[in-house]
Nanobody
Framework: QVQLVESGGGLVQPGGSLRLSCAASGSIFKIYTMGWYRQAPGKQRELVAHITSDGSTNYADSVKGRFTISRDNAKDTVDLQMNSLKPEDTAVYYC???????????????WGRGSQVTVSS
């Protein structure tokens, strides 16, 4: 019913930048929060940043000042601009959305398939 498709991952040198994008599609009535999580090998998935429908944002301490999350409510997209990347930012990054489906009063959480980000020289 709903798909979240990420794009923009890849390999970058330390200090470099990448931009991740995620587009939601399907039988969506309303999206509440959209966000980015990441999971490094051997570690649990962790929140990177999320943004509400009115634009309020929240960031993990480890990325504050370096990453910026933004969204386009009209297009149901969310982006993550990542600057000053460090090797410890290496992980699979997952897009997330909490939303209402058309004709259904329940809130659902959807995930993208993930996009690999590797920071290495």
């Amino acid at each position: 019913q709903v798909q979240l498709v990420e794009s923009g991952g890849g390999l970058v040198q330390p200090g470099g930048s990448l931009r991740l994008s995620c587009a939601a599609s399907g039988s969506i009535f309303k999206i509440y929060t959209m966000g980015w999580y990441r999971q490094a090998p051997g570690k649990q998935r962790e929140l990177v940043a999320h943004i509400t429908s009115d634009g309020s944002t929240n960031y993990a301490d480890s990325v504050k000042g370096r990453f910026t999350i933004s969204r386009d409510n009209a297009k149901d997209t969310v982006d993550l601009q990542m600057n000053s990347l460090k090797p410890e930012d290496t992980a699979v990054y997952y897009c997330n959305a909490n939303l209402l489906l058309r004709g259904d009063p329940r809130t659902y959480k959807y995930w993208g398939r993930g996009s690999q980000v590797t920071v290495s020289s």
